[in-house]
């Protein structure tokens, strides 16, 4: 079993980028799925997490209005647009599912995290 994110890279300050995460080895279609980024020496932080059906989101609170998160349960992938991207935004965004039923933003309760995907954001 295994989630890899993809589509980092480096962008200006209000640009957008749209990271993919894409699962392998079994359905994840019925998972709450959680996106998550860490900055360099601080400690791992939620950004959003989603139903299994796409239909319940949430969000941290820097990222409300700015990211959206979303899913494709055919093609067994999880997505994270985001626009009006800022330098605080800079970290390494990793995927995750979510070991129980309901949504989470404490890391500890997700498994399967993989290897993220890097993204910069210059001012």
């Known amino acids: 079993v295994q989630l890899q994110a993809s589509g980092g890279g480096l962008v200006q300050a209000g640009g957008s980028l749209r990271l993919s995460c894409a699962a392998s080895g079994r359905t994840f279609s019925n998972s709450v799925m959680g996106w998550f980024r860490q900055a360099p020496g601080k400690e791992r932080e939620f950004v959003a997490h989603?139903?299994?059906?796409?239909?319940?989101?949430y969000y941290e609170d820097s990222v409300v209005g700015r990211f959206t998160i979303s899913r494709d349960n055919a093609k067994n992938t999880v997505y994270l647009q985001m626009n009006s991207l800022k330098p605080e935004d800079t970290a390494v965004y990793y995927c995750?599912?979510?070991?129980?039923?309901?949504?989470?933003?404490?890391?500890?309760?997700?498994?399967?995290w993989g290897q993220g995907t890097l993204v910069t954001v210059s001012s």
């Open positions: 989603i139903s299994w059906s796409g239909g319940q989101t």
């Open positions: 995750a599912e979510a070991v129980t039923i309901y949504g989470s933003s404490r890391p500890s309760m997700y498994r399967y």
